[in-house]
C-alpha cells in the first residue's frame, strides 16, 4: 500500500472526537515509514522496570503536557524523546478516532510518515526494543483473535496482533485495528467492522449536536423508555438541552425509573414545533414512521438531522445525513444505547446503569432471550458493576402487578381459544377491559406472555379491539416457529419470535385470517 493510498483513506475519516469525562489526556504517533520496498509501522517494547505496562509492546507517545499546544505535538514530543524521530520530517497523514483505555486515559492517535533513511535511538530508560513491523503483516491480521474484558462497568474487545516473536495487545492493538479498519475498503470490511463504525457515525452525530430531542415508540415500553432515558441523562451531563417527548405517557410500570420533572413530554402541538429549536433528533427503539404515532411528523421534519437506534427487523426512517443504526441480532435497543454511549466515551454511573439494565432486562424478559448471544449478559454485568439498582428493576417489572391487572389478564386467559392440534393459541382484549377492571394496558398485554408458556403451544396471539374494525395484534413464539413473517403479512413488524401488527376487518375475518397464517407458518417450520 503506497503513502497516497494511505493519505487518502485517512482522509475520507472523521475521527471520532470524545471529551475527556474526567480521563487523564495522552496522544500517540503511529510511524509509518519505507523499508524494504514496503511500509512499516515503528512500535516499541517498553523495559521492564517502568512504573506500568512493563515489557509491553506499544506506539511511541504518553501524558499531554501543559507546554504541548494539542495532542500531535504531544504525540510528536514523546516520539522524539523515545526513540528520536526528527519532527521537522514528519508528513502528517491523518487522525484515528480518541480511543479511550480501562485504565482511565483518553488516547488520541496520530498518524504521520517519515520520508528518507532513519535509525531509531531509543531511550534506554523507557525502550527496550524497536520494532518495524511489515504493514501487510498486520493487514493480514485484522480478522485474527479477540478477548472480552469488562472493568468498572465498561466492556471492550481488544484484538491480538504477532509480529516476529512479540504480541500486541490492550489499547495499542485497539488503535492498530482501527487504523486497519480505516485503510480496508468499506466494500471488504466485516459486517462487525461495519457495525462499529455505524456505531461510531452515531456517536460523532451526537456529540457534535447542542439540542436534543428524543423519541421512541407509541405504547413505550421499558426498552424504549430506559434506553431513551439513559442517553437524556448522559447528555444532560454534557451540558446539553435534552427534551424527550412521546406519542404515549409512560405505563405505570415504568414510572419508579423518573426522577421528579424527567418523564416524557406529550407528543403535541408545542413538542412537535420544536424541530426549529432542536438539531437533533434520536429516536430509539422503532425505524418506522408509523410505529412512532403522533410524534410521527417530528420525524419528517427532522429528516438529516436524526440518529436512529433499532434493533427490529423493518424500518422505513432514513435519509442522507441521519445516522441510522439498525440491526435484528440485538436483543434490546438498550444494548444498543450502551454500545452507542460506549462509543461516545460516557462513563457508567448508578444513575445511568439503571435504566440501560431495565430496558436490557425487559426486552429479553429477564435475560431469558438473548438470540444465542453473550453479548447481553456481559452487557449486563457490567451495568451491575457500574451501580445498576438490580434487585429494584427485577421487582418494579416482574413483580409489582396489582389485583387489577391480575384480574383483567385472568380474564383473557379465559377465553383462550385453540387451533392447529393446539399449536396455536389466541384470545381477545375487549375494548373496555382497561375501563372496566382499571388495569395498565402495558399489564395486559402480558397475558400473551402467559400464553406461549403453556407447554404444547408453539404460537401465541393477543388482539385488541380498538374499534372501527381495527384490531391491535402482538404475536409471540418459541424457536421452534419464527412468526416475523406472519406480522409482515398483516402489514406490521418485529422480530422473528416477538412481533405484532394492526388488522382491520371483523372479528371473525381477523381470526380466520390469522389462523390460516400461523398454519402456514407452523407447516414451513415442520419442513
Excluded at 524523546?81 to 483518553?106: S, W
Excluded at 415504568?254 to 402541538?269: I, M, N, T
Excluded at 444498543?336 to 430496558?359: E, F, V
Excluded at 380474564?411 to 381459544?417: C, E, K, N, P, Y
Amino acid at each position: 500500500m503506497e503513502k497516497s493510498r494511505i493519505r487518502e483513506a485517512l482522509g475520507a475519516q472523521n475521527p471520532l472526537g470524545r471529551p475527556l469525562w474526567g480521563r487523564t489526556e495522552a496522544a500517540v504517533l503511529i510511524l509509518m515509514t519505507e523499508r524494504d520496498g514496503a511500509p512499516h509501522v515503528l512500535f516499541t517494547r517498553r523495559t521492564a522496570d517502568l512504573t506500568s505496562h512493563q515489557g509491553e509492546v506499544a506506539f511511541p507517545g504518553g501524558h499531554r503536557e501543559d507546554t504541548d499546544p494539542s495532542s500531535w505535538d504531544a504525540a510528536v514530543r514523546e516520539a522524539a524523546e523515545e526513540v528520536g524521530v526528527p519532527a521537522e520530517r514528519l508528513e502528517p497523514l491523518g487522525g484515528l478516532d480518541d480511543m479511550f483505555t480501562l485504565t482511565g486515559f483518553r488516547i488520541t492517535p496520530h498518524v504521520a510518515w517519515l520520508d528518507g533513511p532513519f535509525e531509531a535511538t531509543p531511550d534506554p530508560s523507557e525502550v527496550a526494543e524497536v520494532l518495524w513491523v511489515p504493514l501487510e503483516t498486520l493487514l493480514r491480521q485484522r480478522k485474527g483473535p479477540a478477548f472480552t474484558v469488562s472493568h468498572r462497568g465498561t466492556t471492550g474487545t481488544f484484538p491480538i496482533f504477532r509480529s516476529s516473536g512479540h504480541m500486541i495487545w490492550g489499547a495499542t492493538a485497539r488503535i492498530t485495528q482501527r487504523l486497519l479498519i480505516a485503510l480496508t475498503p468499506a466494500a471488504e470490511r466485516t459486517k462487525a467492522e461495519a457495525l462499529d463504525l455505524a456505531f461510531r457515525r452515531a456517536a460523532a452525530r451526537i456529540l457534535q449536536g447542542r439540542r436534543f430531542l428524543l423519541t421512541t415508540h407509541v405504547n413505550p415500553d421499558g426498552d424504549g423508555l430506559g434506553s431513551q432515558l439513559a442517553l437524556a441523562r448522559v447528555l444532560r451531563g454534557l451540558g446539553r438541552e435534552v427534551v424527550l417527548a412521546n406519542a404515549d405517557p409512560v405505563s405505570r410500570r415504568f414510572r419508579f425509573l423518573y426522577a421528579d420533572g424527567e418523564a416524557p413530554a406529550p407528543a403535541d402541538r408545542k413538542t412537535l414545533g420544536l424541530h426549529r429549536w432542536a438539531d437533533t433528533l434520536v429516536i430509539q427503539d422503532t425505524g418506522e414512521y408509523k410505529r412512532l404515532g403522533r410524534a410521527a411528523p417530528l420525524a419528517k421534519r427532522m429528516a438529516g438531522r436524526r440518529v436512529v437506534l433499532d434493533h427490529h427487523v423493518s424500518g422505513d426512517i432514513g435519509a442522507e445525513g441521519d445516522a441510522v443504526v439498525a440491526d435484528s441480532s440485538f436483543s434490546s435497543t438498550g444494548e444498543m444505547t450502551y454500545r452507542l454511549l460506549s462509543s461516545m466515551g460516557a462513563p457508567m454511573d448508578p444513575a445511568i446503569a439503571t435504566p440501560l439494565y431495565a430496558a436490557i432486562m425487559y426486552d429479553t424478559r429477564g435475560f431469558r432471550f438473548v438470540q444465542g448471544r453473550s453479548e447481553p449478559l456481559l452487557t449486563g454485568a457490567a451495568l451491575v458493576a457500574a451501580g445498576a439498582e438490580e434487585s429494584r428493576v427485577q421487582e418494579q417489572l416482574f413483580a409489582s402487578q396489582t389485583r387489577a391487572e391480575v384480574t383483567a389478564r385472568a380474564q383473557v386467559l379465559a377465553g383462550m381459544q385453540f387451533a392447529h392440534g393446539d399449536r396455536f393459541v389466541w384470545a381477545m382484549v375487549p375494548a373496555d377491559l382497561e375501563q372496566e377492571t382499571g388495569a395498565d394496558r402495558e399489564e395486559i398485554g402480558e397475558a400473551v406472555a402467559e400464553m406461549i408458556a403453556l407447554q404444547e403451544v408453539e404460537v401465541a396471539a393477543l388482539l385488541r379491539e380498538e374499534g372501527s374494525g381495527r384490531f391491535k395484534l402482538s404475536l409471540r413464539s418459541k424457536a421452534s416457529c419464527p412468526v416475523g413473517q406472519v406480522a409482515q403479512a398483516l402489514g406490521g413488524g418485529g422480530h422473528m419470535h416477538a412481533c405484532g401488527a394492526v388488522i382491520t376487518g371483523t372479528r371473525d375475518e381477523v381470526i380466520e385470517r390469522l389462523t390460516a397464517l400461523v398454519g402456514e407458518a407452523l407447516a414451513a417450520a415442520e419442513a
